[in-house]
Nanobody, 124 residues
Framework: QVQLAESGGGLVQSGGSLRLSCAAS????????MGWFRQAPGKDREFVAR????????IYADSVKGRFTISRDNAKNTVYLQMNSLRPEDTAVYYC?????????????????WGQGTQVTVSS
C-alpha cells in the first residue's frame, strides 16, 4: 500500500502561481511513476502530468505545457506540481497518483493509488 496526501491548493488570481505537494508513505516511493490529475465539477478526471521514477522523464497535457512543471524528490518521498500563469479553466480538484505497473500513462483507471485531492480555484 502507498498512502498519498496532497497539499498546497488554494485560491489564486488569474496569472498567479501555486505549488502543490504530494507526500507518499508506505512502499518504496521511487518504485512508482507518479502522476497528477485534475477534475473540475461535472467533468471527467483528466491527466495533467507524469514523471518517471528517476525524474528524468516528464510528460504534460497540452493544456498545461509550458506553464506547469512536475518534479519529485525521492529522498523526501514527495512529488510536486509547480503551476504558473494560472487560468480560471485550471480550477479543479488536483490529485496525485502512483503507477506501479509503469504503463498507466494517461489512463486514471490504471493508477494504483490516489490521494484525497486538493482544491485549486483560479479567479478571473
Amino acid at each position: 500500500q502507498v498512502q498519498l496526501a496532497e497539499s498546497g491548493g488554494g485560491l489564486v488570481q488569474s496569472g498567479g502561481s501555486l505549488r502543490l505537494s504530494c507526500a507518499a508513505s508506505g512502499r518504496t516511493f521511487s518504485n512508482y511513476i507518479m502522476g497528477w490529475f485534475r477534475q473540475a465539477p461535472g467533468k471527467d478526471r483528466e491527466f495533467v502530468a507524469r514523471i518517471s521514477r528517476s525524474g528524468s522523464s516528464k510528460i504534460y497535457a497540452d493544456s498545461v505545457k509550458g506553464r506547469f512543471t512536475i518534479s519529485r524528490d525521492n529522498a523526501k518521498n514527495t512529488v510536486y506540481l509547480q503551476m504558473n500563469s494560472l487560468r480560471p479553466e485550471d480550477t479543479a480538484v488536483y490529485y496525485c497518483a502512483a503507477d506501479g505497473s509503469l504503463t498507466a500513462l494517461y489512463d486514471p483507471s490504471r493508477y494504483d493509488y490516489w490521494g484525497q485531492g486538493t482544491q485549486v480555484t483560479v479567479s478571473s
